[in-house]
Every structure is written in C-alpha cells, then in structure tokens.
T-cell receptor
Framework: RKEVEQDPGPFNVPEGATVAFNCTYSNSASQSFFWYRQDCRKEPKLLMSVYSSGNEDGRFTAQLNRASQYISLLIRDSKLSDSATYLCVVNRQAGNTPLVFGKGTRLSVIA | EPEVTQTPSHQVTQMGQEVILRCVPISNHLYFYWYRQILGQKVEFLVSFYNNEISEKSEIFDDQFSVERPDGSNFTLKIRSTKLEDSAMYFC????????????FGQGTRLTVV
C-alpha cells in the first residue's frame, strides 16, 4: 500500500464549481498533514495545514479523520487560478521529519 | 517575504559528470532538505540536514550523493558520476525549529543528464 494515496484525477470542472480531493495515508503514527499546490514545473507551495478539528481558509476547507486515516480538501466557487496539481502531504512523525507526498490530483478549472 | 532560493534554475550535464546544486535556505531556519521529482512522478525525499549533519536520508540517497553546508548560508547537493535517470527537478526546502512546521520549497533546479 502506498504511504499517501490520492485520487488520480484529472478533475475538469467549470468555474464556480465545488470540487473535493481525497487522500488516505497508511502510517497511523503520522502527525502532521498538509495540502500543497503545485503549478506545472514549479515548486510545491503550502496551501494549508490540516488539523484534527478541521480548518477553513476562505474558499478552502480541509478535514482530517485520524481513525480512517483520511484527509480531504474542498474548494468552493472554484476559479481559473485554482488550476494546479493538489498534493496531499504527510509528516511521519512529530517535528521536523521528512514529508511524504502523494502523487497529486490535477485540477483544471474551465471558463 | 523570505524565500528559499536555488541555483541554477536549469543544469544540463553529460552522463558521468559531477554536478553541484546550490540552495540558500530561509535565514532563520534550521532544518534543510533535498527532494527530487522525476517528470510525471511524485516528489520524493532525498536527505535532511540539521546541526551540520545529515539527520535522515532515503534509499535514493546513496554514495553518489552528498550534501554540505560550506559557509553557514549555502546548502549544496553534489551528484557524482551522473546517470540518465538522475534527470529530475531537485527541490531544496527548509523549515524552522517548531513542531509540526511546514517546509518551504525553493523554485527547483531542473537537471537534465544527456
């Protein structure tokens, strides 16, 4: 089983749509969870950290279910500029340990 | 906003040559990392560096690779005797000394081995 597994995508959605990304992780000891976004041939950029209580940042909502080892990201009212690959990222242990990346889900928002 | 900077942005090298990829982490960060991403694949961890020594490395980071922090600001990745399969984007990242902190990535060096 892959350490971090994501929907393969791609997702093609019209502007204004709501889109959900799902992710599962295999290591139950994982401590920190993130969503990064990566534009084509660019570096990963942190979109948001994911907390057990769930968190929201504008149009973006992240949820974590530790029991199911499941992470989600919801984008509401999608914009053309949201087109990118969304990476689910997990930190195996507490503190500054290496990040484990999912392969990413590509999103294309269409006018 | 502070950022991680990497040079060069693109490096083309012949198979068997040595390359050095350079990174300047965010100045108050203490943890440094190298990751790579082969085209079309996921980002993979190579090595982490703390307190002037390697703290963790992956199975990819074999004797062909080495890292160094020669002058307190630069953080370098050396790849000896490059192979075609070393062609990838190499990302440097850094993070501060906090629990659960996120890593900030440089813009990457695209290495092409011909």
């Amino acid at each position: 089983r892959k350490e971090v597994e994501q929907d393969p995508g791609p997702f093609n959605v019209p502007e204004g749509a709501t889109v959900a990304f799902n992710c599962t992780y295999s290591n139950s000891a994982s401590q920190s969870f993130f969503w990064y976004r990566q534009d084509c041939r660019k570096e990963p950029k942190l979109l948001m950290s994911v907390y057990s209580s769930g968190n929201e940042d504008g149009r973006f909502t992240a949820q974590l279910n530790r029991a199911s080892q499941y992470i989600s990201l919801l984008i509401r009212d999608s914009k053309l500029s949201d087109s990118a690959t969304y990476l689910c990222v997990v930190n195996r242990q507490a503190g500054n340990t290496p990040l484990v990346f999912g392969k990413g889900t590509r999103l294309s928002v269409i006018a | 906003e502070p950022e991680v900077t990497q040079t060069p942005s693109h490096q083309v090298t012949q198979m068997g040559q040595e390359v050095i990829l350079r990174c300047v982490p965010i100045s108050n960060h203490l943890y440094f990392y190298w990751y790579r991403q082969i085209l079309g694949q996921k980002v993979e961890f190579l090595v982490s560096f703390y307190n002037n020594e390697i703290s963790e490395k992956s199975e990819i980071f074999d004797d062909q690779f080495s890292v160094e922090r020669p002058d307190g600001s630069n953080f370098t990745l050396k790849i000896r005797s490059t192979k075609l399969e070393d062609s990838a984007m190499y990302f440097c990242a850094s993070s501060s000394d906090n629990v659960n902190t996120e890593a900030f990535f440089g813009q990457g060096t695209r290495l092409t081995v011909v």
